[in-house]
């Protein structure tokens, strides 16, 4: 491929005549798996903001999970033994989820942005129990945003360097 090859299919893809989509785990396993450096040879760029990016979704959600259901000891006391096993398990699908090409982010989005205000209005009988749902939805929220942001932040990648889109070719479709 070639400069002018790269450059009409960009044209293409601006005007709407072709999308050029990207695999989300293909997308997440190069921000996570792959060095920097490895990348910057492949593609005489350093994505620092992007791996960042990835990297604290992938980092925070386990992190946000174990927050909750310590959260929920506080917060439920002897029915945590319901609750976190119950909480994991639904983190675990949705790690599944997540990687599916029509998962949205939109919806986890609006349980954080209302968890949130629970929490800060103190609507819930506990901080702890507010604490909990936050916590929890943050969780579910961050691995939306794992997979999502690795895809949008390849697609943008590929689509202004043309050794990128050379390298990372196995995870395009158009």
Not at 49 to 60: D, H, N, P, S, T
Not at 97 to 113: E, I, K, P
Request: include cysteine; proline fraction near 3%.
């Amino acid at each position: 491929m070639d400069n002018t090859d790269h450059s009409s299919l960009t044209k293409l893809e601006s005007d709407g005549c072709i999308l050029i989509g990207i695999d989300r785990s293909y997308a997440r396993l190069l921000y996570t798996d792959v060095p920097i450096i490895t990348i910057q040879e492949k593609t005489g760029e350093t994505p620092y903001f992007e791996k960042r990016v990835v990297w604290f979704a992938f980092l925070a959600s386990p992190f946000a999970i174990l927050i909750s259901a310590v959260l929920a000891v506080y917060a439920f006391h002897w029915w945590a033994v319901f609750i976190v096993p119950v909480s994991f398990l639904w983190w675990m699908g949705n790690k599944g989820d997540s990687s599916r090409g029509n998962a949205t982010m939109w919806l986890c989005t609006l349980v954080v942005v209302v968890a949130a205000g629970i929490h800060f209005l103190s609507l819930f009988p506990t901080l702890w129990m507010s604490g909990f749902v936050l916590a929890f939805t943050f969780a579910l929220w961050c691995d939306r945003l794992l997979y999502r942001a690795s895809s949008l932040l390849l697609r943008c990648f590929v689509l202004r360097n043309k050794k990128a889109f050379q390298a990372f070719s196995e995870g395009i479709t158009i």
